[in-house]
Structures are given as structure tokens and as C-alpha cells.
Nanobody, 123 residues
Framework: QVQLVESGGGLVQAGGSLRLSCAASGRTVSSYLMGWFRQAPGKEREFVAAISGNGGITTYADSVKGRFTISRDNAENTVCLEMNTLKPEDTAAYYC????????????????WGQGTQVTVSS
């Protein structure tokens, strides 16, 4: 019922920046927990960041803390991930996800997923 479409991926040199965007449709997701995950070839999907419905609470994986920022614009039904000081180990397919309320855990139990957008960081 909720469709999520990511955009903004690409190729960037180490130390550079990218902004990923996730557009939600089908329902207003202003009350949903929104998250970003990533998956590199041969590895399991990994939690990156999440943001509460009103944007008041954010949480990040230790590997990206201080470099990535998650934000949302509920008027436009979108979520963004600003990625700075990118490292080769950030290379992965990045996925947007949404979780219906009520929710307690931020890193598991998501209900809807996007198709992914590729981020490649060269050294």
C-alpha cells in the first residue's frame, strides 16, 4: 500500500558527499518510522539510520554517526539521507524503509521497502 522510491545514488570519490532521497506514495507516512538500510554484495542488509514520525528522534549506526544525516519533509512525504565524508566501505545499495505505528524498535520490523539505489565510493 505504501510505495517507496529512492534516488540520488551514484559514483563519488572518497571524502565526497551524496544526498539520497526517498519519495513515498500510496499513503501519507508522516506518522511512520522511516529508515535507511544498505547492503553490499555478499553481506547482509545493514541498518544505517532512522527518524521518528515528527523528526524529533534520530538514530544512526556507529559506522555512519557524525557523517550521515537523516531528515524528512512530511509535507512532501519524503525522507533524505545526507552522506558526507564518504568512505569506500560505504559502497552499497541503499534502501529506504517505512514502519507503521505504533513502533518502539527503530532498527527492525519495517513494513515497506524501496527498490534501492546504488552508491559507489572510489578510493
Amino acid at each position: 500500500q505504501v510505495q517507496l522510491v529512492e534516488s540520488g545514488g551514484g559514483l563519488v570519490q572518497a571524502g565526497g558527499s551524496l544526498r539520497l532521497s526517498c519519495a513515498a506514495s500510496g499513503r501519507t507516512v508522516s506518522s511512520y518510522l522511516m529508515g535507511w538500510f544498505r547492503q553490499a554484495p555478499g553481506k547482509e542488509r545493514e541498518f544505517v539510520a532512522a527518524i521518528s514520525g515528527n523528526g524529533g528522534i534520530t538514530t544512526y549506526a556507529d559506522s555512519v554517526k557524525g557523517r550521515f544525516t537523516i531528515s524528512r519533509d512530511n509535507a512532501e512525504n519524503t525522507v533524505c539521507l545526507e552522506m558526507n565524508t564518504l568512505k569506500p566501505e560505504d559502497t552499497a545499495a541503499y534502501y529506504c524503509a517505512a514502519k507503521r505505528p505504533p513502533y518502539a524498535l527503530y532498527r527492525t520490523g519495517y513494513d515497506y521497502w524501496g527498490q534501492g539505489t546504488q552508491v559507489t565510493v572510489s578510493s
